[in-house]
């Protein structure tokens, strides 16, 4: 067997990075909404417990029942992705009553690192389905495409870390939220269809983008009536 198999090596680099990325986006967007360093961590400690045993097990990681685990970690992003709809629309109504954001954090939503821990997990998880396949193929390739892999998404994610801390509250909520339903109904489908193409979360995404959005800056009745009633004149009693 060849000491480097460069086929191997760039089928590792490829599954892992395209699953990586997908817990990283999740963990760059709860990041910029909570500035909590510890949602990487989370994400991190997710990969990390799914993917050690997959490299000292081997072929046995992939006994375990997939569709249980999309299941069960989907059934944790819906939760907090619904609540976090409530959240953004909360964020909208707040900056309309004062006429800014003002940057004001609010408690750190309950299930964020849940969220994040279960994000890194299952991507892993589905990366691992494809590594030990590679493994006995060249174990040495395997691990370097996958440490690559690693090295890669981690220094992109440092990189744009920055960048999501610009972004608004309400929108960082929407994008989460997006994020959340996206993965969710992925793979609550993909349970049923396993041969689902990933490029499906793209229109997934525009799609719950787009609901969220629309959800969190309706129109507040409330709000409108009393705006209302305050362009409109008052009533002059005229006398005779």
């Known amino acids: 067997m060849a000491f480097l198999d460069v086929a191997v090596l760039l089928a590792a680099l490829g599954i892992t990075t395209l699953e990586l990325v997908e817990a990283a986006a999740v963990g760059l967007a709860i990041y910029g909404d909570s500035q909590k360093y510890a949602v990487f961590a989370y994400v991190a400690l997710g990969v990390v417990v799914v993917l050690v045993p997959t490299l000292l097990l081997g072929r046995a990681i992939a006994l375990l029942p ?140 525009v799609a719950f983008a787009l609901i969220v959005h629309w959800i969190a800056n309706r129109p507040n009745e409330k709000a409108t009536i009393e705006e209302t009633n305050e362009k409109t004149p008052p009533a002059t009693d005229l006398k005779p």
Do not use: C, H
């Open 66 to 205: 997939i569709a249980i685990i999309r299941i069960v970690g989907g059934a944790l992003l819906l939760y907090f992705g619904l609540r976090l709809i409530r959240s953004a629309r909360r964020s909208v109504l707040r900056a309309r009553n004062t006429g800014t954001n003002l940057g004001a954090k609010e408690e750190t939503e309950k299930g964020i690192y849940y969220t994040a821990f279960s994000v890194g997990a299952i991507e892993a998880f589905e990366a691992s389905i494809v590594l030990v396949g590679l493994l006995p193929n060249n174990y040495y390739s395997t691990i370097l495409g996958l440490t690559i892999g690693v090295v890669i998404v981690i220094a992109a994610t440092y990189i744009l870390r920055a960048q999501v801390r610009k972004i608004k509250q309400a929108n960082m909520k929407t994008v989460i939220s997006a994020l959340l339903l996206s993965f969710v109904t992925f793979w609550f489908v993909e349970t049923v269809e396993p041969n689902l193409s990933d490029l499906v979360l793209i229109p997934l995404f």
